[in-house]
C-alpha cells in the first residue's frame, strides 16, 4: 500500500485498527490529528499531521442501564444518538454539552461522545451539575505508545487507581485516542422556567445571580445578556433592556415554590418576567450553544473562565475594545466576541491576570480564529513553566514519538 | 503481622494468606539517619522533627490498624517554603516521603515506611479565605472536613462530601483519597467539589492547579491529583465550592423483608427519576447491632432496612416524600415511617452513623470493606457473602450507601484469637473480588493504599497499570512519594519509558482511507 498523505483521514473500524495505525505512525515517525466526526477540528491550535485518525466508526452503545445511571458507547457515536437515547428513559447528561456547531459554523448535532470528552464539554447547568469530566466513569484508550488500556469502571463511584478518566478529559486527543467511554447520566428534571430580571447592569446582575444560586431555592442556570446581545436571542430580542435569566427545574409543585420564594428575594433588584417551560428551553439552548456569537464567523470568540464576582471587570474592559459578551455560570463563565478577527489577546489575558491578582484569575480560551491566528498564538491559556515541563513529562509517557494531535494544546505536547 | 516483610504467602489450613510485602527499605538512608535529621532540623527546626521511638508511635499507624511501622522520622512542617525545602531535600538525597493527614485512612494509605520521613500536614490547620458571594472556601489541607463547614454554617452554607470521619479527616486527606460520604449520588466526591490546589512537588517546585473558578481550561491536572493517594505531590492550600445547605431534609425508614426487596426500591426509585440526598440499607445484622446500641425505634422482624433522605426546597421534598412512599409500599415493604420533625430524622440517621461503632460492641474488631458494584448485582453478591461468611467462620453486617452501590461490608473477629485476622482478610479479599467479578470496582470511597494494593491486577492488566504508573513517572520518576502504595509492582520509570516498536518495522495498517 502507498504511504499516505496529509489529505488521509484514516478510518479505524475497530480498537485493534486504531492500535495498528498507531503503531504504524511511530515506526514511521508520522504524526496523526485524532479526530471523530471532524466538528471540532477548528478548536485549539491549528496543527498540520501526515493524516487524521478518524474514529467516527466506532460507533454504538455497548452499555445503558437507566437503573444504574451508567451509560458506555464507542468513542465515535454521536452525542445527539445518546441523547435521544436518555430521553426516551427520562435521562440526560445532566452536564448539558453544549454543541459547538452553530459557534464554528458547522451543522449541529455532529459532535461525538469522544469529542465532547476529550474537549470536556460543558453547558448552563454546570456549577450545579459540573463538567464532562465530572461523569467520567470510565474509558478504553489507545496511547500514543500504540497500547490500548483502560481506566476507571462502569460504577458510579470508584476510586480504584488513579482517576485517568477524568485526567483525560480535556486532552484535545493529545495523550491518547479514545476508543469507548463510560459516563454517568441522571434523571431529566420534568419541567422548567425562567425568571427573567431586566436592565442590570453586569455588576448588579453578578450581585443578582450570585444572591439566586446561594439562596435555598435550586437554580440550575444563571445567565446575564447585556442589551445589545440580547437582540441575538429571539427569547430576549423584544427586552429592550438587558437580561439576567434564572433557570429553575424540576417537578411543578417544587418550581412554583421556589419561583415565588425567589421574585420575593430579588424583587429590589429590577422589573421581573418570566418564560414558561418551551420558551425557556429554547433560551438555555442558544445560550449554551452561544447562538449570539454564530452570525458573523469572522470575528474571534473567547471562552473565559472566572470567579464570578471577578467577570464584569473583563466584561468592561471587552466593552471599551469594542466587543461584546455574555456571562453564564453566575457570571463564572463568559463567552467574548470580538469585533474583528482579532483576538486581542494581550488584551483579555492582561484584564484577566489583573482580576486574579497574586493567584490565577482563571483561564481563558480562544475558541474561535482563523487558522493563521491559532498556529501562532496560545490557544489555551498558556501554563507556568512548571507545570509546563510537567505537561511534557505527560505527554512523554503517554506518546514519546508525539505522534497524536502533536501541538494540538501546547506546542511539544 | 506487624511487621510486613518476607514471603508472599504462606498457608494456614486450607486458605491461602498472602502478606503484604513492602519495599526493600533503603539501607544507605537507614544508614544515614542521623545525618538525615539533622539537615531536616535545619529546615524545620525546633519540635517540627520527632525521631524518638516513644514520640513516633502516634504515627505508626492510620486508620488501618492491622499494620503499624516506625518511620526513619517524623517531619512536621508548618508552610508551603518548608514543604518545598523538605521535598527538594528527600528529593536530592533520595529519602522517601510518605504524606500524611489526620491520619484516618482505611486502606493503609498513610502506612509509614521504616526508611522514609513521615510528613505529616497537621499544622497546616488554618482557613485562608471565605468568599459567599463565589462560593468558595479556601484552606490549608490540616483543616477538618467538618471544620470547613463550621466555617460557614452561620451563613446558611456547608461542604457537600461527608465521610464518616469527618470530624477528625481532613480536606488534604480527602483529596488525596478523594474521599465520599452518604450524600455523594446527589452532590459528588471530592473531585467535583475541589476547584484548586496549591501544591508540591517532589522536587520542591510549588505549583498551583484551579482556583476560584470552574475547570482546567486545558489538561485536567487537578482531576488527576484528587484521588491520587499521596503518591504524587503533597497539596498545601485547597479550593472547595460550599453550596446552600438544603431548605428542608426530610427522610423515609423503610424495613423490607429481603435485601432483594430493598435493592428493588431503591432501583425504582431512580428509574422514578428521583436522586435521593442519600439512600443507605442496612442488613439485619448491622440493624440489630445498631438498634441494639442507639434504640432509636429500628424494625427489628425485617430482613432489610432502607433510608432514603429526601433534601431541597420544603414543596419539592414534600411531593417525593409521598412518591418514595408509594413505590415503597408497592414493592411490599413491612414497615414504613416518613419523618415529620428534625429530632425523627436524625433518629432514622443515628443508628446508620453508629453502624461501625455498633458493630464494634458486638465483636471485639472488625474490619471495613468498601466495594462498589452495579446494584443489580446486590442479590448475587449478598448470598456469595453468605458463602464465604460460612467458609471462614466469621460473621458479616453489611451497610451500604445504596444509592451508588457502594458496599461496606464489616467483617466481624477477634485478633486475640490466633488466625482469625487473617481469616478476616482473606474473606475481605474475596468480597472484594466477587464485586470485580459482578463489573464493579475495589474501592468505591476508602483507596487502594496497601490494603487492596495486590488486588489491583483483578481489575487491570499490566498494560493499564502501566499506564496509570507513567502518570507518575511524569510527577515522581524516582518513586520517593509513598511508595509501596497502590500499586503492586514498583517498575523503573526508565523502564516504563522504553518504547517497543522499530523503525520501519510496522507495516501500513490495511484500513479504510478517504
Known amino acids: 500500500m502507498t504511504p499516505p498523505t496529509t489529505a488521509d483521514r484514516l478510518r479505524a473500524r475497530d480498537e485493534a485498527d486504531v492500535v495498528e495505525t498507531v503503531r504504524w505512525a511511530v515506526s514511521e515517525g508520522r504524526t496523526l490529528d485524532v479526530a471523530g466526526s471532524g466538528s471540532k477540528q477548528a478548536l485549539g491550535r491549528h496543527i498540520q499531521t501526515d493524516a487524521t485518525l478518524d474514529l467516527s466508526a466506532l460507533t454504538g452503545v455497548s452499555l445503558y442501564e437507566p437503573a444504574e445511571l451508567v451509560l458506555s458507547a464507542k468513542a465515535g457515536t454521536r452525542v445527539a444518538e445518546i441523547e435521544a437515547l436518555l430521553v426516551a428513559s427520562n435521562q440526560m447528561m445532566a452536564f448539558e454539552p453544549m454543541d459547538y456547531g452553530p459557534l464554528l459554523g458547522r451543522p449541529r448535532g455532529e459532535g461525538t461522545l469522544g469529542g465532547l470528552m476529550a474537549t470536556n464539554l460543558a453547558g448552563p447547568r454546570r456549577p450545579s451539575a459540573g463538567a464532562a469530566r465530572d461523569h467520567a466513569l470510565g474509558l478504553r484508550a489507545v496511547s500514543g505508545r500504540g497500547e490500548a488500556f483502560k481506566a476507571g469502571g462502569r460504577v458510579v463511584k470508584n476510586v480504584t487507581g488513579y482517576d485517568l478518566p477524568r485526567g483525560l478529559s480535556g486532552s484535545y486527543g493529545t495523550l491518547a485516542a479514545f476508543t469507548e467511554l463510560t459516563i454517568k447520566v441522571l434523571p431529566r428534571p420534568e419541567t422548567l ?18 444572591a439566586a444560586v446561594g439562596s435555598y431555592y435550586d437554580v440550575s442556570g444563571a445567565a446575564h445578556v447585556p442589551f445589545g446581545v ?4 429571539p427569547a430576549l430580542a423584544l427586552a429592550g433592556s438587558s437580561v439576567t435569566a434564572l433557570r429553575l427545574e424540576g417537578v411543578p409543585p417544587s418550581i ?5 420564594k425567589l421574585e420575593a428575594l430579588l424583587a429590589g433588584f429590577g422589573t421581573l418576567g ?11 439552548q442558544a445560550l449554551r450553544d452561544v447562538e449570539p456569537f454564530a452570525g458573523d464567523h469572522a470575528r474571534a470568540v ?8 471577578k467577570a464584569s471587570a473583563i466584561g468592561a474592559a471587552v ?3 469594542g466587543g461584546a459578551c455574555f456571562y453564564d455560570w453566575a457570571g463564572g463563565l463568559i463567552w467574548i466576541e470580538m469585533p474583528d478577527a482579532d483576538p486581542r489577546a494581550e488584551l483579555v489575558r492582561g484584564v484577566l491576570a489583573a482580576v486574579g491578582g497574586p493567584q490565577s484569575g482563571g483561564h481563558a480560551t480562544l475558541i474561535r480564529a482563523d487558522a493563521a491566528t491559532r498556529a501562532a498564538l496560545e490557544v489555551f491559556q498558556p501554563l507556568d513553566p512548571v507545570t509546563g515541563a510537567l505537561v511534557k513529562r505527560m505527554k512523554d509517557g503517554f506518546d514519546p514519538s508525539r505522534v497524536l494531535s502533536p501541538g494540538r494544546m501546547y506546542a511539544g505536547v | 503481622m506487624s511487621q510486613p516483610e518476607g514471603s508472599a504467602a504462606h498457608a494456614a489450613g486450607d486458605v491461602e494468606y498472602h502478606a503484604l510485602v513492602m519495599p526493600e527499605p533503603k539501607r544507605d538512608v537507614l544508614a544515614r539517619r542521623a545525618a538525615i535529621i539533622a539537615d531536616l532540623r535545619a529546615i524545620v527546626p525546633g519540635e517540627g522533627v520527632i525521631d524518638t521511638e516513644i514520640e513516633m508511635r502516634p504515627y505508626e499507624s492510620d486508620g488501618l490498624t492491622a499494620y503499624k511501622q516506625l518511620p526513619l522520622a517524623v517531619v512536621l512542617p508548618s508552610n508551603t517554603t518548608q514543604v518545598s525545602k523538605v521535598l527538594a531535600y528527600c528529593h536530592a538525597n533520595g529519602v522517601r516521603v510518605v504524606p500524611r493527614g489526620a491520619g484516618t485512612s482505611l486502606s493503609g494509605g498513610a502506612l509509614p515506611l521504616e526508611d522514609a520521613i513521615l ?3 497537621g499544622k497546616f490547620n488554618a482557613i485562608l479565605d471565605i468568599d459567599f458571594d463565589n462560593r468558595t472556601v479556601t484552606a490549608q489541607p490540616g483543616v477538618t472536613n467538618l471544620g470547613i463547614t463550621n466555617a460557614v ?32 449520588l446527589k452532590y459528588g466526591l471530592t473531585t467535583n467539589n475541589v476547584m484548586g490546589v496549591e501544591m508540591v512537588l517532589i522536587t520542591g517546585e510549588v505549583i498551583r492547579l484551579g482556583g476560584q473558578y470552574l475547570d482546567s481550561g486545558g489538561l485536567d491536572l487537578l482531576g488527576l491529583i484528587v484521588g491520587s493517594e499521596g503518591l504524587l505531590g503533597v497539596v498545601t492550600e485547597v479550593t472547595v465550592r460550599i453550596l446552600k445547605k438544603p431548605e428542608t431534609a426530610r427522610a423515609v425508614l423503610v424495613g423490607f423483608p429481603s435485601s432483594e426487596a430493598a435493592g428493588e426500591c431503591v432501583a425504582s426509585i431512580i428509574a422514578a427519576g428521583i436522586i435521593p440526598g442519600g439512600m443507605e440499607m442496612m442488613d439485619k445484622l448491622a440493624i440489630e447491632a445498631a438498634e441494639a446500641f442507639v434504640k432509636v425505634g429500628y424494625p427489628l422482624d425485617v430482613e432489610a432496612l432502607l433510608i432514603v433522605e429526601l433534601d431541597g426546597p420544603e414543596a419539592e421534598v414534600n411531593h417525593l416524600i409521598g412518591r418514595v412512599s408509594e413505590i415503597a409500599s408497592g414493592l411490599g415493604c413491612m414497615t414504613l415511617r416518613a419523618s415529620t420533625s428534625e429530632e425523627e430524622r436524625m433518629a432514622f440517621w443515628a443508628g446508620r452513623k453508629a453502624a461501625f461503632p455498633a458493630v464494634g460492641r458486638i465483636s471485639p474488631d472488625y474490619y471495613c470493606m468498601d466495594g462498589t458494584i452495579p446494584r443489580k448485582a446486590l442479590p448475587r453478591v449478598l448470598s456469595g457473602m453468605i458463602d464465604m461468611s460460612a467458609k471462614y467462620g466469621l460473621a458479616c453486617a453489611n451497610v451500604f450507601h445504596a444509592g451508588d452501590g457502594n458496599l461496606h461490608p464489616l467483617i466481624l473477629y477477634d485478633a486475640n484469637k490466633p488466625g482469625e485476622l487473617e481469616r478476616a482478610e482473606a474473606f475481605g479479599r474475596d468480597i472484594l473480588l466477587l464485586c470485580v467479578e459482578v463489573g464493579g470496582v475495589l474501592t468505591g470511597e476508602h483507596g487502594v493504599g496497601v490494603e487492596k494494593r495486590d488486588l489491583m491486577p483483578s481489575m487491570f492488566d499490566e498494560t493499564d497499570l502501566a499506564h496509570q504508573q507513567r502518570l507518575k513517572c511524569a510527577f515522581d520518576a524516582d518513586g520517593l512519594l509513598n511508595p509501596g502504595k497502590m500499586f503492586p509492582q514498583l517498575h523503573r520509570c526508565a523502564e516504563l519509558g522504553r518504547m517497543h516498536i522499530s523503525r520501519g518495522q510496522v507495516p501500513f495498517p490495511d484500513i479504510p482511507r478517504f
Not at chain 1, 436592565?199 to 445571580?209: F, S, V
Not at chain 1, 412554583?256 to 415565588?260: D, L, S
Open chain 1, 193 to 210: 422556567e425562567t425568571l427573567l430580571i431586566y436592565g442590570l447592569d453586569d455588576a448588579t446582575a453578578a450581585k443578582a445571580m450570585s
Open chain 1, 230 to 233: 440580547t437582540g441575538h436571542i
Open chain 1, 256 to 260: 412554583r415554590h421556589r419561583r415565588e
Open chain 1, 274 to 284: 418570566r418564560l414558561e417551560a418551551e420558551s425557556s428551553a429554547k433560551l438555555w
Open chain 1, 302 to 309: 473567547w471562552r473565559v473562565s472566572t470567579a464570578p464576582m
Open chain 1, 319 to 321: 466593552a471599551e475594545a
Open chain 2, 119 to 121: 510528613l505529616g500536614m
Open chain 2, 153 to 184: 454554617v452561620h451563613n446558611g452554607f456547608y461542604y457537600a462530601p461527608d465521610p464518616s470521619s469527618q470530624i477528625a479527616c481532613t480536606i488534604g486527606g480527602n483529596v488525596a483519597e478523594n474521599s465520599g460520604g452518604v450524600h455523594c
